[in-house]
């Protein structure tokens, strides 16, 4: 939007070109979204307050958590406002792929706003069933995944690049649709199930989005793809404006959700985000660094999965409790020690991400 208006206040004073270069557009991105989230966030958090919009605590978990019931939670409305209004602000809005990620962010976190509508205001502990859960979000993966395959440019759009091997890219053909649809709502659970602990899914989501939106870059540039042997994609240069807003209506959330949070983020917040990333991720063809960046959302889910499968097959429990930070906290680590040291263990990955850049 304010792009357009500089490319007219351009006929008129040269400076406004400045505004034509995606890093700049990106940093008024994470800012923009900052400033918005640390200006509407006490607003919201009263509101909810008032509203009495408060989290429901399972009496099954830790101890320490009952202390937490009553906390206002669907905090991630906060997030989704500010990441959709940096972004409607500075990108380019003639861009698909902005679009496609902006839609499938709201789509996906509408459906996490029924599903804590109903838990907190209906006061149906359910919430949304599973089973229409996981259908809205296959109608939106699948709608996003073949719009993406049928607009794809160039071949290399629908081929899966495998990291620090430069010669091997296969072609999925009609196979993207199904690899995009598992890689969103896969990400979108994955993320939702982190989202346990104050702080723990939002640092490592920023975290995440900073690093796809640095191969959002490279790979938007022909010459960047070029000499880091990285897929070319005409236009996902753009989606840094996208990934900036996220980055700081993120860290502008985690100003009130660090502990001992103020606000909850809720499915609303967590499905959404989750589903951003992995529409990026797919976008720029890096599936497999999205797997390794956010390990811990893996990790999260493999604990589930594990959990459920041991108890129906062998009645035993792997885990004390899953996801698995509850495990830790039930082997008595504090809340703060177990999201800290995920969020380093993030950090990490996200380098070990980021390193395949240039080992090729």
């Known amino acids: 939007m304010l792009l357009l208006l500089a490319e007219y206040l351009q006929q008129f004073y040269k400076g406004f070109a400045v505004f034509q270069y995606l890093t700049l557009r990106g940093i008024l991105g994470v800012l923009t979204a900052l400033v918005l989230s640390l200006w509407l966030g006490p607003w919201m958090i009263r509101t909810l307050q008032i509203r009495q919009i408060g989290q429901a605590v399972r009496n099954d978990g830790p101890q320490s958590h009952l202390s937490k019931k ?4 669907m905090g991630g409305a906060l997030i989704l406002s500010a990441i959709a209004v940096s972004t409607l602000l500075w990108a380019d ?15 996906f976190g509408g459906i996490g706003w029924v599903d804590d509508y109903r838990k907190v205001i209906e006061k149906n502990s359910r919430g949304l069933p599973s089973r ?16 993406l395959f049928v607009t794809a440019q160039t071949p290399v759009e629908t081929t899966l690049i495998v990291p620090m091997l430069k010669d091997v890219s296969i072609p999925l053909g009609v196979g993207f ?8 709502v896969g990400t979108s659970n994955a993320v939702n199930l982190t989202d346990g602990l104050d ?3 939002i640092l490592p989501t920023v975290l995440v989005g900073g690093a796809l939106g640095i191969f959002c870059y490279l790979s938007g540039n022909v010459k960047f793809a070029e000499y880091l042997l990285i897929p070319y994609v005409p236009g996902a240069g753009e989606l840094i404006v996208f ?21 909850f983020m809720g499915d609303v917040g967590a499905l959404a985000l989750g589903a951003a990333l992995g529409t990026i991720a797919v976008i720029v063809r890096q599936e497999i660094v999205l797997f390794i960046m956010g390990g811990v959302f893996v990790m999260e889910t493999l604990s589930v999965v594990i959990q459920v499968a041991s108890f129906k097959l062998t009645g035993k429990r792997v885990f004390r409790m899953a996801p698995i930070h509850h495990h830790f906290e039930l082997k008595g680590w504090p809340e703060p020690r177990v999201i800290v040291r995920f969020w380093i263990i993030t950090v990490v990955l996200v380098l070990v991400g980021l390193a395949t850049l240039k080992l090729r």
């Open 93 to 107: 809005l003639s861009n698909r792929y902005v679009w496609v990620v902006l839609a499938v962010t709201l789509l």
């Open 177 to 184: 649709v199904v690899l995009t649809y598992f890689v969103i």
């Open 132 to 147: 229409w859960k996981y259908f809205w979000q296959s109608v939106f993966g699948l709608a996003a995944a073949i719009f």
């Open 243 to 263: 990934c900036g807003a996220l980055i700081g209506a993120g860290l502008g959330f985690l100003w009130f959700n660090t502990y001992p949070a103020q606000v």
């Open 199 to 201: 702080g723990l899914a």
């Open 70 to 73: 009553g906390t206002p939670t």
